[in-house]
């Protein structure tokens, strides 16, 4: 999902939750709502980005005046603070939405005519550092690209160990899908081929593996996406033409293979890193 409608959703569900009568501090409402606009903050704009510091919100709650005597806040006070925190929120993320939309059409505007709304110019906004890893049933391939991303300082995104949130699987996936990069792992899980010539099947990935890597190829561009293939007579997809993959050599030349296409897509990363 693109950046302006992920903050148009958060706005809703903060205008929605603004409604409630929240009378407690340990409500889980407001500790989820606050997750979920973190999570979208950090997805557009990178953890370590002047914008999410700029449009990071650290508490739905405006504490208002102070109580004193040791004695504890009336509901009533707890309602008025979530309502002018919430408020302040909505505003707050308001405003990042006006942002976007602003260098959305500023880009448009540079590149010509075409009214249709692109992505967010990496220049106005620094690509994140969230690297999504799709994976099959190879734990050990998937843990080793992990770790080769955090020695990146790159933050690998791996579906399965997020929080679900009471999300459908497609809601979680769309809601993490916001990254600078993505790594597709393929590896033999699956075999197949047409069904005239069973003798000459092939190794081949998961379907879903083949689908988020046609995802991520159209959501962020084929330059943004490497297939690693964790053996060479996999088969790869005939209609995903442009992306790179890279064989996953027991030598570990595949790290800097991957290292030089995650720096060319525009993501700053140290080779000091990797030697």
């Not at 997020?162 to 993505?182: H, L």
Request: charged share 25%; with cysteine; hydrophobic share 40%.
């Amino acid at each position: 999902m693109a950046a302006a409608p992920k903050l148009q959703r958060r706005i809703d569900e903060l205008q929605k939750l603004e409604q409630e009568e929240i009378s407690s501090y340990d409500d889980p409402r407001t500790s989820a709502a606050r997750m979920k606009l973190d999570d979208t903050l950090v997805s557009i704009f990178g953890a370590d980005s002047l914008d999410y510091d700029r449009y990071q919100v650290h508490s739905l709650a405006n504490m208002g005046p102070m109580t004193f005597g040791g004695g504890p806040t009336p509901p009533q006070q707890i309602i008025e603070n979530y309502k002018g925190g919430i408020r302040e929120a909505i505003t707050k993320t308001q405003t990042a939405l006006d942002m976007v939309d602003e260098r959305i059409a500023e880009n448009n505007h540079t590149e010509g005519t075409d009214n249709t709304p692109g992505p967010v110019p990496a220049a106005a906004i620094r690509l994140s550092r969230r690297v999504f890893v799709v994976h099959g049933h190879d734990g050990e391939a998937k843990v080793q690209v992990a770790r080769f991303l955090e020695k990146l300082t790159l933050e690998p995104v791996i579906l399965h160990e997020q929080p679900n949130k009471g999300r459908t699987i497609i809601e979680k996936f769309e809601d993490y899908s916001d990254v600078g990069f993505a790594v597709v792992l393929m590896t033999p899980d699956d075999i197949g081929g047409t069904k005239s010539q069973e003798d000459a099947f092939q190794a081949r990935a998961r379907q879903n593996v083949v689908f988020e890597l046609g995802y991520f190829a159209g959501k962020l561009g084929r330059s943004r996406v490497c297939a690693l293939l964790s053996d060479s007579n996999i088969e790869k997809p005939s209609d995903i033409a442009g992306v790179v993959y890279l064989e996953m050599d027991g030598g570990g030349a595949w790290q800097l293979d991957l290292f030089k296409e995650i720096r060319a897509a525009g993501i700053e990363v140290d080779a000091n890193a990797i030697i």
